[in-house]
């Protein structure tokens, strides 16, 4: 079953896409500020960050809650390697894990979407809040890499 929240999801989910792919590769191997991520840190942080909420996304579709960990970033960023690997990899696997979360999310029966989710210590919040949420999160990191860029 696909909600209008489904519908906007994808829609944005495919606009990241096309933005993230029109990057110049020099973006990879630059931070987007003084200490910040590379652009290979910033996809691989996305990467990760598509992995947890898709957990999350499906718990509270399926059991009509969720109640779990947050993550450490920067650990996470380093256990992946994401650094060493090649640019064009990365996004394949963007593209490949966003694919999927846009199916999941497709998935989410309406009735769910009030599903509430608590992450780490912070206040619950709806499931719907969190999709809502993880586009603004990836448009975030899309205007560092667009910062990035705009420096080459």
Request: proline letters at 4%; a negative charge; charged letters at 20%.
């Amino acid at each position: 079953m696909s909600t209008e929240a489904a519908r906007i999801f994808c829609n944005e989910i495919s606009s990241v896409r096309r933005a993230l792919f029109a990057l110049p590769m020099e973006v990879a191997e630059r931070s987007w500020r003084v200490g910040g991520w590379t652009g290979k840190q910033i996809v691989g942080h996305m990467l990760d960050s598509a992995a947890n909420n898709r957990q999350r996304f499906v718990r509270a579709g399926i059991d009509g809650s969720y109640a779990g960990p947050d993550y450490a970033q920067d650990a996470w960023i380093k256990a992946h390697g994401y650094e060493e690997k090649p640019w064009p990899t990365l996004l394949e696997w963007w593209s490949v894990e966003h694919e999927i979360l846009m199916a999941v999310v497709s998935a989410v029966p309406e009735q769910r979407l009030g599903a509430m989710c608590t992450v780490g210590e912070d206040a619950p919040v709806t499931l719907s809040f969190l999709i809502e949420d993880y586009v603004r999160h990836l448009r975030g990191h899309l205007r560092q890499l667009e910062a990035s860029a705009a420096g080459i």
